[in-house]
């Protein structure tokens, strides 16, 4: 039986034609949205999702894009994540249906739905590809995870979780890609990469190598060595090039790079946020997923 009283759709039934293509005064996306013009404006002062467009007269309005990122924001926050997590999450970097799956994904690791987050990490990986995926999808969900942790104490049990599904789904995604692309002929040695003693954030790094086995490299993703072990690795494996990852500087052990240094005669990139800034000896130092791509030698083609 149909409702005695029109919805809210049905007395806007043109609401939906000037989203898409009109510039949207605050009270009209307040009334869409259900939300109060204040809560917006504190939304913008807070979290930066400000309207992006504005009237020839210089009046600011909200754009589709605007209002797409406002829905995920208060959808996400009814859900009963954290507004700051929902934030980061739909103004991470990246095309819409991008930061719709950092959203999608924040709301997953909060509800720790592990099916939710193997679907959207899955999907992501195969959509946008290991580097695209982490770069707009996963980091800034993980990011927003971290985040909240940091300033509530609380959530370390979301971040554990999701992090070993996001880790696997990574390593698979780099197995699944080096069965239907084997090396190249001719090929360098192997990407050898090591992340320094007691160094467990290793998550990029299972990017970067996911992202290399699309390129047809061989890896040797070996996880934290102590120096002795990572001097066999190095002789053994005989790689074409090395990645040292350390995310803090507490873990940047500069003796144990060194042991790379002295013991192979290929370049060394020092990664992660943990290294000073210049280190002699060292080749190019690897800040994010896709410079590590550019700078890595011998890409297949």
């Known amino acids: 039986m149909p409702s005695a009283h029109p919805s809210r759709a049905a007395a806007h039934p043109a609401l939906g034609q000037e989203v898409d293509q009109l510039l949207l005064p605050v ?152 069965a239907v692309l084997p090396p190249a002929p001719g090929a360098s040695g192997p990407v050898l990469l090591a992340a320094a003693p007691a160094e467990h954030h290793t998550l990029p790094l299972t990017a970067l190598a996911a992202a290399l086995a699309e390129e047809g490299r061989t890896v040797l993703l070996a996880g934290d060595l102590p120096a002795p072990a990572l001097t066999d690795a190095l002789v053994r494996a005989r790689p074409g090039a090395v990645v040292l990852w350390a995310r803090s500087p507490e873990t940047a052990d500069l003796s144990w790079l060194r042991t790379a240094l002295e013991t192979v005669p290929v370049p060394v990139h020092p990664a992660g946020p943990g290294w000073p800034p210049a280190i002699p000896g060292t080749a190019a130092p690897l800040h994010d997923l896709p410079g590590a791509l550019a700078a890595l030698p011998g890409r297949a083609g």
């Open 27 to 178: 009270g009209v996306v307040a009334e869409r949205l259900e939300m109060s013009t204040a809560a917006l404006r504190a939304w913008e002062r807070r979290y930066g999702l400000a309207p992006s467009g504005r009237t020839p007269g210089g009046h600011r309005r909200y754009s589709a894009r605007d209002f797409e990122r406002l829905e995920h924001m208060r959808t996400l926050v009814r859900r009963g994540v954290p507004a700051a997590d929902a934030a980061r999450a739909v103004g991470a970097a990246g095309p819409p249906d991008a930061r719709a799956g950092a959203a999608e994904l924040t709301e997953a690791m909060h509800a720790l739905d592990t099916a939710a987050v193997q679907a959207v990490v899955s999907a992501a990986l195969t959509r946008l590809g290991a580097a695209g995926a982490w770069t707009t999808v996963l980091a800034p969900a993980l990011a927003a995870i971290g985040d909240h942790w940091e300033e509530t104490g609380r959530g370390v049990e979301v971040e554990h979780v999701t992090s070993g599904i996001v880790e696997s789904a990574l390593r698979r995604h780099a197995q699944d890609r080096a």
